[in-house]
């Protein structure tokens, strides 16, 4: 089944430290939620082979769904694991290229070379910044009544874990599977008005995943997005009065022409407009007139690309700031 207790847990940061010799070490972080502690416990290690888990760091992430989440109060907000709440979703909620992830050693000697020193310069940088502020996505554990912290001491135990991507796991661990609650690590900076983001992911699991189960999809041509046709532009604010015209511009990055008939684009709510007849020559670019229902927020939004067979190709995401003036084109 799906988490069970999902969301976000917003908070300052005061203390943090790295595992070793255990059979699932953790980077442990305690943060103060409001009044009351909590301990973030990130996995950095993996149990099933390979170990070593993916791992991102976007140091100038950028996203529509942060505008909401500067106004979760300190503390664990519940997250109804769907679209437009909030929560995250590696797969549907365009963050960020899957591709991009590297494996990392859990713990390796020697300075700044394993996943353990890569998120203390992160989680170090939010604790030495009184502004800084950790936005931490998973699942809860709820508090320990008596019992204290096994790792910080507070009482009571309190905290949350699970936060890395959570769907298209495999068998072992199946029953976690679910749509839009993925974990993930997000620090805002006010100062340097940066946002960074850290997601992790298990090599064992899919990138193409049931939109209701959030299983790992079986007999897929692909492993994961190829983004063999790229969207490379959006005209989202276009000139005039509503309702605006409103252009995706497609880039095919292959060496084989294709018939994009029966592929569709879909917006940041899943509406889909299906593509009829559209032809797309190799290395060559089209512009698409959108069409009801898909529709582009001014404020920011989502941009999805997938072939017939449901499988996505290519996402982007944008933010009220990108969408500019009227007529001004975004370029992914």
Known sequence: MPLRNYGVLAGRVVDSRAEGGSDSPHFQIRVEGGDTSFRVAVNVLSQESPSELLYLADQAFAHPM???????????????????SGALDFIRGNLFDHTAMRPMPATTPGPDNDLADALDHFVGRARNDPEARLFAFGERW????????????????????????????????????GVWQDGGLLLHFPGAQQWVAVFLAFQSQAWHTDDTTGHA??????????????IVAALVNGP?????????TLLNTGTVDLDLSGWALLDAEARRMTLAGTALPAGEAARIRLTDPVQLGNHGGLLTLVDPAGLKVDGVAYTGEQA???GVTIVF
């Open 142 to 177: 709820r508090p320990e009544a008596g019992v204290r912290d096994k790792v910080f001491g507070f009482l009571p135990g309190n905290g949350v874990h699970d936060v890395h991507m959570n769907q298209g796991n495999s068998a072992r661990f199946r029953r976690d599977d």
């Open 217 to 230: 999809l079986t007999d897929v041509p692909r492993p994961g997005p190829d983004r063999r046709v790229r």
């Open 66 to 84: 942060l505008a909401g989440l500067l106004q979760v109060p300190d503390g664990f907000t519940p997250l109804p694991s769907r679209v437009g």
């Open 324 to 326: 500019g003036d009227d």
């Open 240 to 248: 005039g009065p509503a309702p605006e015209r409103e252009t995706v």
